[in-house]
């Protein structure tokens, strides 16, 4: 789901700076998201493309969405720019950084000695919902493309994880419900509950809920027979089911974790030979659902 932003709306919103934003703990404070809604919604058809948004995440059959800011981004100062997609942000739900240490946003580079599945790796980063491991991941994960792979690799992935599930066997969806799975470490997290260790992927209680998946644990956490095979397959049918898209420059992201889970394709060979700063680029948000806000579940 792409959303191209009105011209009429891009000329309006170059010319309305917002204000230096606030941090309430690691949310974005109150204060802020008001300041930044009444001088958006002064711009004329913000709140369509605001609802149209909301809409493409948490209407039937959504869950996530981009919007294409690159003539934006071209307009505006990095940090003016910033400001502009943390107020686009705050229209579908609250700004957060769940690690204390960091700014709201968090750069993600290209690192070519770290390991390649990671985030930052050079590698295939299989599919995944981020934060798996608390007890309330952030409701939505959100990707600010600052600069491609210069090389032409790295397609984002997306694949509707209620779908994948739906194509399983009983059996397996029943192996899915068990709290067998676990998946990394959990220390010093800000706004998303308790380490959740072992978990269920599937909540049977809660037929909107996440499903709390990430590929990456088939390799690297110990597992019963039938529970490995379980997840396997979840992993294949997430395949299977997958879309996949080039992030161009100032486009944004925005993923329904509750719906939608996430990875993004390798990136093209050769990256020792581009300069560090001319590497992929991608800043990372995520957002908190307001309370009563059943529209994300
Ligand atoms: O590099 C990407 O496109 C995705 C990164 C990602 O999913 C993550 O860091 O959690
Ligand atoms: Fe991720």
């Not at 220390?187 to 260790?197: A, C, I, R, T």
């Not at 590929?215 to 597992?223: I, N, T, Y």
């Not at 161009?248 to 974790?257: K, M, T």
């Not at 001319?278 to 908190?288: A, E, H, K, S, V």
Request: hydrophobic letters at 40%; proline letters at 7%.
């Amino acid at each position: 789901m792409f959303i191209d932003i009105p011209s009429e709306l891009e000329a309006d919103l170059i010319d309305r700076p917002l204000p230096p934003w606030e941090l309430d703990g690691s949310f974005l404070a109150q204060s802020s998201m008001e300041e930044y809604r009444t001088e958006l919604t002064a711009t004329p058809r913000f709140e369509e493309i605001a609802a149209t948004l909301r809409h493409a995440l948490t209407g039937e059959g959504g869950g996530y969405a981009v919007l294409r800011l690159g003539n934006l981004a071209k307009a505006l100062s990095g940090v003016r720019f910033r400001r502009l997609v943390t107020g686009f942000a705050a229209e579908v739900a609250i700004p957060f950084s769940p690690f204390p240490r960091w700014p709201l946003w968090k750069d993600i580079g290209v690192k070519v000695d770290k390991d390649p599945w990671r985030s930052s790796g050079i590698g295939y980063n299989a599919f995944h919902m981020d934060l798996v491991n608390g007890t309330q991941p952030p409701d939505y994960t959100t990707l600010l493309c600052v600069r491609p792979d210069p090389l032409g690799g790295g397609p984002s992935i997306l694949s509707d994880a209620h779908a994948a599930v739906a194509r399983l066997s009983e059996n397996s969806r029943a192996l899915l419900s068990e709290s067998v799975y676990h998946y990394g470490t959990f220390f010093d997290l800000f706004g998303v509950g308790e380490e959740y260790k072992p978990f269920p992927i599937l909540d049977g209680s809660d037929p909107g809920g996440f499903v709390r998946f990430t590929a990456k644990m088939l390799e690297r956490s110990e597992l019963g027979q039938a529970h490995a095979d379980a997840a396997r397959e979840l992993a294949e049918e997430l395949v299977r089911g997958q879309v996949s898209f080039m992030l161009q420059p100032g486009d944004y992201l925005i993923v329904n974790q509750r719906r939608f889970l996430h990875g993004r394709e390798a990136l093209h060979s050769g990256q020792e030979t581009v300069p560090a700063s001319d590497r992929r680029l991608l800043l990372q948000l995520f957002l908190r659902a307001r309370a009563g806000d059943g529209s994300a579940t």
